[in-house]
Structures are given as C-alpha cells and as structure tokens.
C-alpha cells in the first residue's frame, strides 16, 4: 500500500529561499487558534456531544464537495447516503466508505485530496492512502477511532484550536443549541449563529408562504404584510445579536439591489400571498429585499455576507429525488459594481454598515471586488469561496485583491463547510498559500520580512476578528 504522509513543504515555492522563508512564515501561523467566521456546521452537534455514527456519516455523506465529485465519476448519490424525502438511507457506512475508496484516485490534485489526506493522516493516525484492497481495514481503524472520548465533537473542537465557530440559521430558528452552549460552564468553545434570510426574499417560490408563518410564530409578529414580514425580521435578527451573533448571511442570483416604495413592496406581497405573483415583479421584490437587509445591517450593524452569482439546484430530477445542497449548485457570471450600487450609494460609506462580497466568478476579484473594496470602508473582499477555495485560486485571489484592497480589506479564510473535521485542513491549506504569497514578496523586495511575519499573523487572527466584528 502507497505511505500516507503528507510533505511538510506542500504548496510551499519551488524557489529553495522562498521555500525556507515560507516554512517560517507558516510555522509562525500553523498552531493559531482558527476563526471560522463562515460555515455550515450544525451547532446541536456540540450540545450533544454525542459520538459519531460512523466515518461515512461523517466524512462523506454531509461533505456535498465530496459527494457530487464521486457523483460526477459515476456513483449513484443513494450510494453514498443520500435519502430520498420520506426515506431511509439504503447504503451502509461501510459500504458508503468503500465506494470512496474504489474512487480514491477520482481527488487527485483537487483540495479534497488535500483536505483529506491531512484529516487522514494528522487527526485520524492513517497511514495508508485509502484503495479497494484496504477499504474495509480504515473503515474499522477509523470506527474504533471515531468510539475513543477524545473523537467526540467537543474534544476535536478543542483539539482543532477552534476560537469561533460561526453557523448559518433560519430567522425562525430557536437557536436554542447557541443559547445552551452559550450558558454551559463546560463548554469553553465559542459557537455563533448567522442570519440567513434567503428564504424570505423569494415570493414565488411555493414555500414561500409556510416560511413567513414559521417566522410569524418565531418572532410574534404578523407577516401576511410586507411591514410586518421587515419588522419580523428586525426583531430576529436582535435575537441573533443576543445569541452572540455577529453577521448575516445572504445568497442570490444576482446583487441587483433596486429598493421599492412601500406602497410597491407591500402590493407585490400582497399579489404573492393570493397567488397572483408575475415573474418581473418576484424579481423587483428580491431585490428590494437585498437592498432592505443592507439598510437593516446600516441599523443593527451585524456584517453582511453577500454571495450572488450561484445557479441552485441546476439538475432538476437530483433536486426532486435528494432536495437540496446535494452538488448541483453551479457558477454563473458575477457583478458587483452596477448591481449594489443603490446600496453602496445609500450606507456605502455608513461606519455602522459593513458588507463581505464573495463570489465564484474569479474575474470579479480584480475588476469588481478589489476596487469597490480600494474605496467604500464597509466593504470587504471575501475570501475564495466554493469553487475557488483551492490552492490556486487562492494565491490567484491574493495577486489580484492586493493589488487594490490591501491585505487588511479581506476577510479571513472562510472554510463554509458541513465537513467538521476538514475544517483545520481547510485553514492550514490557506495559511500555507499565503506563506507562499508572502515568501515571494519578499523576494522580489515588495515587502520586508518583517512586515510578511506581521502580516501572516494577521490574516489569521485580528483581520478575521476585526472583519466579522467578533471581538
């Protein structure tokens, strides 16, 4: 079987003294505690504390970067543990972890690869590369791993040098997993809520009308009207703030931010709720929608996370069988400097409103994102995200925002996974791109040494804190 031991100068430069330099400067960063201001993990999961199912439950099957790769190489989704609505998972973690292993060689050269042979290797002790032939052995290595106290959820929080773990969470969310760890002396962790409001913004939409009732019963307040539908979400969102929540959340299909009158905005609520929506105006209202969220993050100051720009759901018979989050959420082209114009030109330069554009259309970091980033205080370039948290795209992102937005306009590497135990993996393979970012400014006489090690700490500490006002 093929060694696993991943090199210790991976994504470190060719060139020996820039090589060196990078060592340096990432050993500087490579034990700081992570700033996980963005991402997608279930914060019940560390009230519980309970032990993990399995390695398939909990490596594959929630890791949609791993299962729609897998998917694209011919594996049914039913077979990586997929459950269709209404029913059970058919595969079995065993068999779940061996079609990753029959399909091992379908991440070379991809993060996942990366991610997962440092998981692999540096918190679960494998020393093998996963293949059919030993497919069933780390299945078992790991299940006994996985059943040892020190695996449980907390324990790798703690071992993971995790200081702020933000989640993503419905308006209409209890958050009574954030409001139980908040208050539990023997959890030292912090776990942070994300208002997301997608699903309010999106009148035609069939469900749109259940999530408004969801949010009436949540907050107390009426939302058969547009003013109603605003001030339940104003009120939320101050349950978030005491939650500790710090940011907001936001995905559409294009950051067109024109605002309504209220006259307008509650006739075209109205139309929605009786069925008599038009296509023109469900957009108008989605924008206008934007554009409300921007001016409520202009009042209560939480960040406001922006990522338009992605196609949901693009296979519909997927979408259907598996419902969302599934792999079949694809890039479109992006724009940012006409789209938020409205926004910008109303809280752009406001000290309280502060705005993280992301995207997967990489040709924005230098034409749209840097530059807007160059000039309004509230706005920051988030960093590669989805697609373009790879190594490449990474050191491409940092040639082309520095450029105009400096460093200390970014925001911090943003891991966005399900995938718990990929999130140290996710951060060391950021850190060491940087290192090499870095490594070559200063020998190409750009930057001295001295500020590169300065700002190598930064990015993964008080520009994260800062950016996400965490603290």
């Known amino acids: 079987m093929t060694a696993l031991a991943p090199h210790p100068d991976r994504l470190f430069p060719a ?53 729609r790769m897998l998917h694209a190489v011919g594996v049914p989704l039913d077979d990586l543990g997929l459950s269709r609505p209404g029913a059970a ?172 009158d209220i006259d307008e905005a509650s006739r075209i609520h109205r139309a929605a709720l009786d069925g008599e929506l038009t296509a023109a ?9 934007l554009y409300r969220l921007a001016e409520l993050s202009s009042e209560d100051g939480l960040v406001m996370q922006l990522h338009p720009g992605v196609i949901r759901n693009h296979h519909r018979p997927t979408f259907d069988a598996f419902g969302p989050d599934t792999g079949h959420d694809l890039p479109a082209v992006g724009g940012f400097t006409v789209p938020l114009t409205p926004i910008l030109r109303d809280f752009g330069t406001n000290p309280t409103f502060r705005i993280v554009l992301f995207t997967v259309d990489e040709t924005t970091f230098s034409r749209e994102i840097a530059p807007l980033a160059g000039f309004y205080p509230s706005v920051y370039a988030g960093a590669p ?38 999130i140290p993996a996710r951060h060391d393979m950021s850190r060491r791109v940087d290192a090499s970012f870095l490594s070559t400014l200063v020998a190409t006489h750009q930057l001295s040494e001295e500020d590169a090690f300065t700002i190598a700490g930064r990015l993964v500490s008080d520009i994260p804190r800062a950016t996400f006002r965490l603290g």
């Open 15 to 67: 060139d020996p003294g820039e090589r060196e330099l990078a060592r340096r400067l990432h050993a500087s960063v490579s034990d700081a505690p992570i700033y996980s201001p963005h991402g997608h993990v279930d914060a019940r999961m560390l009230l519980d504390d309970a032990p993990f199912p399995d390695p398939a439950a909990l490596l594959i099957t929630p890791d949609h970067y791993v299962t």
């Open 89 to 260: 998972p058919t595969a079995s973690g065993r068999s779940i972890w061996c079609r990753l292993c029959e399909n091992w060689d379908a991440f070379l050269g991809t993060p996942v690869r990366f991610w997962f042979e440092s998981e692999f290797s540096e918190v679960f002790g494998l020393t093998e590369h996963p293949s059919a032939a030993n497919a069933d052995d780390l299945y078992d290595q790991l299940a006994d791993t996985l059943a040892r106290p020190e695996f449980r959820p907390r324990a790798l929080f703690e071992a993971f040098r995790i200081a702020v773990l933000a989640t993503t969470d419905d308006p209409a969310d209890d958050l009574s997993a954030h409001l139980a760890l908040r208050d539990d002396p023997t959890f030292a962790g912090r776990v942070v809520p994300t208002f997301r409001a997608d699903r309010y913004m999106h009148p035609d939409e069939p469900a749109w009308r259940g999530r408004l009732g969801s949010l009436a019963e949540a907050s107390g307040i009426d939302t058969s009207t547009y003013s109603g539908l605003l001030d339940a979400l104003r009120s939320r969102r101050q349950a978030f703030i005491a939650a500790g929540g710090t940011a907001t959340d936001t995905g559409v299909i294009d950051a067109g931010s024109e605002p309504l």
């Open 281 to 289: 105006e469900a957009v108008a209202y989605r924008r206008n929608m």
């Open 385 to 422: 995200w989805w697609f373009l948290d790879t190594p490449s795209a990474i050191l491409r992102y940092r040639q082309a925002i520095t450029d105009s937005a400096g460093f200390t306009k970014t925001s911090g590497f943003i891991d966005d996974t399900r995938a718990f135990c990929s």
